[in-house]
């Protein structure tokens, strides 16, 4: 899970792909993720979600993330080295303790306030609270 921000829309920007999976997953997986399963099940095969993503973020984005997760899974899957943010880092940086996980952050930095999500389950509210995490550390540092 990532923000793709370029300078010249600082965010606003938005990226959303379901990836079919490529093996069983347990029954509970879509549960976990809050989502139907029959919309898990019915994504997009990974080459058509790299490809959507590349010409998304472009050249010269510099892509935020929680963690390294996120940018260790598009490098296995043929995403070329891009300019990265970890946000835990630099919330941890710049707040001189550890947050918890990004919705914790989020709220946080929000004053209590959680942002709404705007895409599907569980990926919806994390994806949400990052694009928080980043508009609160561009207005601070």
């Known amino acids: 899970m990532a923000v793709a921000c370029t300078q010249a829309d600082l965010c606003g920007a938005r990226f959303a792909a379901f990836v079919a999976p ?10 976990h993720l809050e989502v139907d399963a029959s919309r898990l ?14 010409a998304f973020v472009g050249q010269g984005a510099l892509v935020c993330m929680w963690g390294r ?17 970890d946000l835990r880092d630099a919330m941890i940086r710049e707040l001189g303790h550890t947050v918890g996980g990004m919705e914790a ?5 929000g004053g209590g ?24 550390l561009l207005a601070v540092m």
């Open 69 to 85: 997760y996120t940018n260790d899974l598009l490098r296995r899957e043929g995403d070329p080295p891009r300019a990265t943010l």
């Open 41 to 54: 099940h019915g994504g997009d095969a990974v080459r058509a979600v790299m490809a959507r993503w590349g």
């Open 105 to 109: 952050a989020a709220e946080l930095v």
């Open 113 to 136: 306030v959680v942002p709404e999500p705007w895409t599907d389950g569980r990926a919806g509210r994390r994806i949400a609270a990052l694009g928080a995490v980043v508009e609160w």
């Open 22 to 31: 490529r093996g069983t997953l347990a029954p509970s997986t879509a549960h």
